[in-house]
């Protein structure tokens, strides 16, 4: 199989996962409708192969799923994924080996490494057509407009590409373009970010800043992209790690970038310093429409093309959307570089409820009074990721965190909100968190639903309810016996209790 975004769609048709849609359908709202109720049921991927105005077909929600993700990345089970995070984490601080299993182990990662070096394509199929000049037309590019109050049709999985005009260096992001006119888009960014940053320097130097936007490339690329891990490799190097092969890139035809050569489709163009027009309104992650921020504009002079080519986009919004799954997939990534950060760390989980990065809730293995409060410390500071978390739960490492029920439960019976909650006020925070009372200032509040020992607490707390193991082996195995229906004694029906799963 093509390690492209072709290859993806065949192998999800081939599990059949993928759906093709022959109908035409309206890149004008009716898309992301069609697809979020497909995504709210857990559905297949969608190729939309009829698009009112507009030749090519359009790929949404094929990162739908957490295993479809897993797919992506070439693996078949998400417990995979922390095996990816070990790598990385051994990357991020590596440290002397101890014994020799660990040299060799770091020996391995440092091999990949190697194997991940990007490649070269000198015919590459993302320039198979070439359109420029006055027959440029971004309109003919299927872009969808999701909400009804947005300002606008929209790039959303578009890799854009910049680099640094003083090292050379590139940086690959996945941000939102808005279409303007036919040759030209607004980009949104935040300061912070690389492509931000190289802008600037190009001001600083009196240039214009050269942009290439890859769409339609392999998932795996994307997810490597979306990864803001603290290490110092690039985007392609991370991406080759994450595949466990170099990515092939190629040469632009006007703009000294490169890009991956299986890309779909290409745009080359230009952002001249201080030239910028309206961005917005558009639906955002938090639920709500954000608001309308001068960004720099585009300006796009050469677009390229595989013959017959597919445009895959997505769409943001409340949870659930192709971003959560994407982001649940990370939490996994990011648990042993977590671990490693904060020894006694023992697992974390962002729920996807809570934009999969407001609210963490962490296990630790509990030793000495006040370690709660040191681990939700320590977590806020231990990656970049977590700064805007705002909220996190610490409870003890006997709490599946993943259950809510037990969550709720240690939440119910182990805090008392006068000694075991803790708010830090006025911290950076996220612009676009609308419960903040000023943009970029918000508060953040750790809860400590650990059992207490002293002296955080002057009494004893009573023993644990269990049931008798031993009486819980022997119905087990009478109930194997009997075969008294298809009823799971182990599991709870969490239907039965009100909550619709």
């Known amino acids: 199989m093509a390690r492209d975004l072709r290859g993806f769609i065949q192998l999800l048709e081939t599990r059949g996962q993928l759906r093709r849609i022959t109908a035409e359908v309206d890149p004008d709202l009716e898309v992301a409708e069609i697809a979020n109720r497909m995504l709210q049921a857990g559905g297949p991927g969608l190729l939309f192969e009829n698009v009112k105005g507009s030749p090519f077909p359009v790929a949404v929600n094929l990162m739908g799923t957490v295993e479809r993700i897993c797919w992506a990345m070439n693996m078949e089970h998400p417990l995979e994924l922390e095996d990816l995070g070990r790598k990385l984490a051994l990357l991020q601080q590596p440290k002397p080996p101890k014994k020799i299993s660990q040299a060799i182990d770091f020996g391995k990662v440092l091999f990949d ?7 070269r394509n000198f015919f590459p199929p993302c320039q198979e057509v070439i359109i420029d000049g006055e027959n440029l037309d971004l309109n003919q590019i299927p872009l969808i407009r999701p909400y009804p109050g947005d300002a606008g049709k929209i790039i959303t999985l578009g890799l854009v590409i910049t680099k640094d005009c003083e ?28 492509g931000a940053r190289h802008l600037r320097k190009a001001a600083e130097q009196g240039k214009k800043l050269e942009v290439a936007i890859a769409l339609g490339v392999d998932p795996l690329i994307i997810m490597a992209a979306a990864t ?27 703009v000294d970038l490169e890009v991956p050569a299986d890309s779909e489709f290409v745009l080359e163009g230009t952002i001249t310093p201080g030239e910028m027009l309206p961005d917005g309104p558009f639906g955002d992650h938090m639920g709500y429409y954000g608001g309308v921020e001068d960004s720099p504009l585009v300006r796009f002079h050469c677009l390229t093309h595989r013959k017959n080519p597919v445009y895959l986009t997505t769409f943001s919004g409340r949870p659930p959307k192709e971003e959560a799954m994407m982001a649940i997939a990370l939490n996994r990534i990011y648990t042993p570089i977590l671990r490693q950060q904060v020894s006694e760390i023992t697992d974390f989980f962002l729920p996807m409820e809570a934009l999969s990065y407001k609210a963490a809730i962490i296990s630790i293995d509990k030793a000495y009074p006040g370690q709660a409060k040191r681990a939700a410390l320590a977590f806020w500071s231990a990656l970049p990721q977590f700064t805007y978390t705002k909220f996190v739960i610490v ?18 019976s182990k805090v008392d909100p006068v000694r075991d909650v803790f708010i830090l006020p006025e911290t950076p925070f996220d612009s676009l968190d609308f419960a903040s009372e000023k943009i970029g200032l918000g508060g953040r509040m750790g809860i400590d639903a650990t059992t207490k020992i ?29 075969g008294l229906g298809d009823i799971n004694l182990t599991e709870v029906n969490p239907n039965l209790f009100g909550y619709d799963v």
Request: with cysteine.
């Open 228 to 254: 803001p891990i603290p290490v110092d490799l690039s985007e392609w190097l991370f991406a080759g790690l994450y595949g466990g092969s170099g990515v092939a890139l190629a040469k632009c035809k006007t």
């Open 167 to 194: 090292t050379g260096t590139p940086n690959v992001g996945v941000y939102r373009l808005q279409l303007q006119s036919q040759t030209t888009m607004t980009v949104h960014w935040l300061s912070v970010r690389g």
């Open 395 to 412: 409870v003890d490492k006997s709490i599946n965190i993943r259950d809510p029920r037990q969550v709720v439960w240690a939440i119910s």
């Open 113 to 119: 490494v190697l194997k991940a070096k990007p490649g």
């Open 454 to 482: 002293p002296p955080e607490t002057d009494h004893e707390w009573g023993e644990v309810l269990e049931s008798d193991q031993a009486m819980a082996e022997q119905v087990s195995q009478r109930w194997a016996e009997y």
